[in-house]
């Protein structure tokens, strides 16, 4: 086996046998094979595609790069993944609905991948939260309270953590091949019972196109379930933000309004919450209907932001988030709203412009060592299809000064387009895979 080997009939279209992507996964997680050949491996993929076997491999050597976690817990082990979009930060709400319903979350999550963010980063804009835990810590976080929102230990899938930062600096993230092996790696090798997906479809996600989604949810649910994992999908909206605020600490901060009982906060995220958490308890034995009505209940009644609480004490955080969770998030210096140029609709949002405008505040990164500053973002932002009048505030931009909001109301103007008429609205949730 030689990587330049694999490399070359990759580029020519040829697909490797299950050995070579063993070899491969191996290689990467040993560090025998190089940054420089995990970015033309991760280029060739992305131009020339596996197919679906080559796919099915690749999701198996990278779950092996490692080691496989096994539960023994009196609830089912289940976990949700999206593929990423803008104003999403569904899990810091579901992990810990699913919790209070009596299920166990071991949630691997990523950070921030292009103009998306990242679940990791969010936690982490919470004072004192540290996401990187052992394997053994990861055990007795989600016995203890059901859910733990964590980084992928060492030994979980340690292929897919060296290739998964190669895509964010190397321009390689859209690929259904890549995206499949990457998700699907560090779940199936966290143990999982069952699986739900958010294929993201529209101007904030990966996948702007209702093919593109398409092929990726079949992709995903296809390699699940044939690797023993009962895994459903729903492609959801990304034309607009699913909730109004994008940032880590100001998505933090929506979350724990939702998880307040203050569903009108952010309603989308809500109810999106709501429907990947019923489906997952579906799939989990619960009665179609039911499980929805179980997600709603936890998080109404509190016992939601309890388990969220309880987590992020776990990770290092305050013991009173569910309380007083405002003081504890950093606030950005800088604080302005950007005004309507003329009156009419929201016909447009550039929902991948709106994410780079952020990451240009400094809350995503530009290349691997940057530093995220977790207080800086856009809140308030208007939603799809509302009229609006000349002066009217657009949205609101958190900012570290000056100069940097002046250039973030400049992209947020960019990325709005008003017209004379409402666009036609898209639902929620646009299509079921499996």
């Known amino acids: 086996m030689d990587a330049r080997a694999i490399i070359a009939g990759l580029r020519k279209g ?37 197919g679906e076997e080559g796919r099915i491999g690749l999701t198996r050597a990278m779950r092996d790069s490692g080691d496989v976690l096994k539960w023994d817990m009196p609830g089912p082990v289940l976990d949700k993944h999206s593929t990423g ?49 052992t394997e053994a810590r990861l055990r007795e976080i989600t016995a203890s309270v059901g859910c733990a929102i964590v980084s992928a230990t060492g ?50 996600a990966f996948m702007k196109t209702a093919a593109e989604a398409q092929a990726l949810a079949e992709a995903l649910v296809s390699a699940a379930n044939g690797a023993g994992c009962p895994t459903a999908a729903f492609i959801t909206d990304m034309d607009e933000p699913l909730a109004p605020s994008l940032g880590n600490a100001v998505e933090v901060a929506a979350s ?17 919450t709501v429907a990947l958490g019923g489906r997952l308890l579906a799939l989990a034995g619960h009665v179609e209907g039911e499980g929805e009505e ?52 929201l016909a447009a949002i550039d929902g991948e412009a709106l994410g780079l405008a952020v990451v240009d505040l400094g809350g995503g990164r530009r290349v691997e060592t940057d530093r995220i500053d977790p207080a800086v973002g856009l809140t308030d932002v208007i939603s799809l299809g509302s009229e609006v ?46």
């Not at 191996?26 to 060739?44: H, I, K, R, W, Y």
């Not at 939702?258 to 109810?271: I, K």
Request: glycine content about 12%.
């Open 389 to 434: 009048t000349k002066g009217q505030p657009l949205a609101t931009i958190h900012a570290r000064d000056e100069a940097s909001a002046e250039a973030a109301a400049k992209a947020v103007l960019a990325a709005l387009t008003i017209g004379d008429a409402a666009p036609e609205a898209m639902p929620l949730i646009r299509a079921r895979v499996g």
């Open 256 to 272: 724990m309004e939702v998880l307040s009982g203050n569903r009108l906060a952010a309603p989308r995220l809500h109810d999106l």
């Open 294 to 345: 179980m997600i709603s209940a936890a998080i109404s009644d509190g016992r939601a932001i309890e388990h969220f609480a309880r987590m992020v004490a776990e990770l290092g955080g305050p013991p009173d988030m569910a309380d007083d969770w405002r003081t504890h998030l950093p606030a950005a210096p800088v604080v302005g709203d950007v005004m309507a140029p003329e009156g009419g609709y």
């Open 155 to 204: 030994r979980i899938a340690p292929a897919d953590k060296r290739l998964y930062a190669i895509r964010d600096v190397t321009g390689t993230v859209e690929s259904v091949d890549l995206i499949t092996a990457s998700i699907l790696s560090k779940k199936l090798a966290a143990g999982l019972e069952g699986l739900v997906l958010d294929v993201k479809c529209g101007s904030g």
């Open 14 to 50: 040829q697909v490797p046998s299950d050995a070579a992507l063993e070899w491969f996964a191996q290689g990467l997680a040993s560090g025998a094979v190089t940054d420089a050949q995990a970015g033309a491996f991760a280029m060739a993929v992305c131009l020339q595609g596996l």
């Open 85 to 133: 979009g803008v104003g999403d930060c569904v899990s810091l709400v579901l992990a810990p609905a699913l919790a209070a319903c009596g299920v166990y979350v071991p949630m691997v999550s990523g950070r921030g991948l292009g103009h998306t963010g990242g679940t990791l980063d969010k936690m982490e804009a919470i004072p004192g939260v540290g996401t990187s835990v």
